[in-house]
């Protein structure tokens, strides 16, 4: 105990408090007939496409990477939160065994991308454990003809920017869009009709309300 409340393992200590009161509301929540659960999922911008390449940058390649978007959020902030604590709590353990002591900034970087690990290589384990709700899946291809938002950046020909769209069960996609004819440009938070699929990339118009 007396290592757990140590100045230097405050930030894993608080990380470890945060998942047991999530747990607790959660169980709470459920006795009145909600779910945290499902509340996270549903302020979460987070449903991605599955097959989005993770190499691509901002917060798709990012959330892609760390498998955010293959796990429901409550999980995967259990699961984050966790292994930044486990990973602290070790660091710092080996450090007093072996040096005495590890500057606090270090630590925390260090665990920070221990925890990361984790939810790359463990989330996508505990994803392919997880049952898959196959009754509202929506194929990709599917997203045909629906209206998005660029969230990201300028998209222009040959230089796609990141888009959400919703599905027909208002589920969240974030896709990448460029548009259909070159000299267009659709800055963050212009709205766009998704035409055709060419690989990662959809081809847009801009959605006009008039029409």
């Known amino acids: 105990m007396d290592f757990l409340l140590l100045t230097d393992n405050l930030p894993y200590s608080l990380a470890m408090a945060l998942v047991i009161l999530l747990g607790l509301v959660e169980g709470l929540s459920m006795v009145f ?7 996270l999922d549903d302020l979460s911008p987070m449903e991605m496409d599955a097959d989005v390449d993770t190499d691509v940058s901002g917060v798709t390649g990012v959330a892609g990477w760390l498998c955010l978007d293959r796990l429901p959020l409550l999980i995967w902030l259990v699961l984050a939160l966790t292994s930044f604590a486990i990973a602290g709590f070790g660091i710092n353990y080996l450090a007093q065994s072996f040096y005495g002591h590890l500057p606090s900034p270090l630590g925390v970087s260090l665990a920070i991308l221990l925890g990361a690990l984790s939810c790359r290589f463990l989330g996508a384990r505990l994803a392919n454990l997880l049952p898959k709700n196959e009754s509202s899946a929506v194929s990709v291809d599917d997203l045909s003809g629906l209206v998005g938002v660029v969230t990201l950046g300028c998209a222009r020909k040959g230089f796609p920017s990141e888009a959400v769209v919703k599905d027909i069960y208002q589920q969240k996609h974030y896709v990448l869009v460029e548009p259909e004819l ?10 766009v009709v998704l035409l055709n699929r060419n690989g990662q990339v959809w081809s847009v118009v801009q959605f006009n309300d008039e029409i």
């Open 182 to 191: 070159a000299g267009e440009a659709f800055s963050q938070g212009t709205s």
């Open 33 to 39: 007939g909600l779910s945290l659960f499902g509340l």
